[in-house]
């Protein structure tokens, strides 16, 4: 019996003597994945602040204007983010630039002013990282225009889109009965979409929230750690890509 006992008192002891080794080996685990998941991310994003580009000269990125700060929550509510991303991969991780989703892939500095951000995860519709730039409608003159187009397409997609799998958002607008003169910011409505006559569609806050919020999106400017390709600049090595037309040359001798 005594042997048994002094076996069993053996084995105890041995475990007593790791406990301090487990111990190690646990808060070294902890501490390891507290470093790796909360302090080395927020040490090398968590001092971000926004740059001034050479190309704009201004803070990017700017915030937001307060109507389209809105509309990121109207976004947000409505789950845009189930069908569409807001991402541009780099070159060789598929077609995003190549689809000119982007002028250049998106960084971290993208998305310092959003709170949440919305990347998505999932591609029904197209990447809006630069909406608005890729529409063309970086041009101030045309933003009406953008914001017409998105306020259509958010009513009907089909209205702007043919055989368009996105989900209509008639509940962001408002049918109401013309009174004297139709309003002016009335949708441009044709045939099957048309409201009967005498009525006009009208969009509520939140639609114009949502299409100001989509003409915010717009991450084009060229960075550092980003730069657009090609670059938008005029010192290219090689006259051949130099946009502005050099002086006249003298004539050539013969
Ligand atoms: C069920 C998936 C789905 C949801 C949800 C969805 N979309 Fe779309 N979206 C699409 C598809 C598919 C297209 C491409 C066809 C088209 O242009 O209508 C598209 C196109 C777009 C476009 C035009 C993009 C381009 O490059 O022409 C915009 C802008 C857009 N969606 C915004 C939104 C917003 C804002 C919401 C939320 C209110 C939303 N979408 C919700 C699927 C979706």
Known sequence: MGGVGSGWEDGGGEIMNSGPFLFCGILLALASSWWGVIVAPRLQFGLSST????????HYPAGRPGLAQ????????????????????????????????????TVAQDYLRDNPVMLGSVRVGPDLANIATRMGFGDTNLQPVFVATQ????????????????????????????????????????GAFAPEAGFEIVPKPEARALAAYLLSLRSSVSLPEAPVIPPPTNQVAGAKTNSIPAPAAPAAKK
Not at 155 to 176: D, G, I, N
Request: glycine share 10%.
């Open 51 to 58: 740059v001034v580009p050479a190309e704009t000269g201004q």
């Open 70 to 105: 809105q509309g990121a929550e109207v976004y947000r509510s409505e789950g845009c983010n189930t069908c569409h991303s807001q991402l541009v991969r780099p070159e060789g991780f598929g077609f995003d630039l190549a689809l000119g989703w982007g002028r250049r892939r």
């Open 151 to 190: 306020l259509k397409h958010l009513y009907h997609p089909r209205a702007v889109t043919a055989r368009s799998v996105m989900p209509a958002y008639p509940y962001l607008f408002e049918k109401r009965a013309i009174h004297g003169r139709p309003s002016a910011d009335a949708l441009k409505l044709e």
